[in-house]
């Protein structure tokens, strides 16, 4: 009857583990680092917009904008991914003066999954 026991029990640890190891290779993306970091205040504005994941994201459908406090498009419309590290993608922006602005993102996580997100920054003069 021991025996027994100390089957299930091994037999339910073993599959617990094969379960969370596998989950890591499943997840979504996380926005994990953002420069300029959220709810940041700037004196001056900052000549590109840098998001960083806790994981490579696929090229396709990627995107970053920079909207104004009036709903306005800002940046350049140029969303790049860095080549030597794919959790890495940018935009560059013109000259912005004083306001509070929404970074918006979506990306492919490695799951597949599309991953949406926010965060603001000020420029106060």
Not at 59 to 71: F, L, Q, R
Request: with cysteine; glycine share 4%; charged share 20%.
């Amino acid at each position: 009857m021991k025996f027994y026991s100390t089957k299930i029990l091994l037999q339910s640890l073993c599959f617990i583990a094969a379960a969370t190891s596998s989950l890591s290779a499943f997840s979504h993306a996380i926005m994990v680092k953002s420069q300029p970091e959220q709810n940041a205040i700037l004196a001056v504005s900052p000549k590109q917009i840098d998001v960083w994941f806790n994981d490579k994201v696929g090229g396709e459908y990627k995107a970053v904008a920079v909207i104004d406090s009036k709903g306005n498009r800002v940046d350049n419309k140029d969303v790049q991914q860095e080549m030597l590290d794919g959790s890495h993608l940018y935009c560059t922006i013109p000259n912005l003066p004083a306001d509070t602005y929404t970074v918006r993102y979506r990306v492919v996580s490695i799951d597949t999954h599309i991953v949406t997100g926010k965060f603001q920054f000020t420029i106060k003069p």
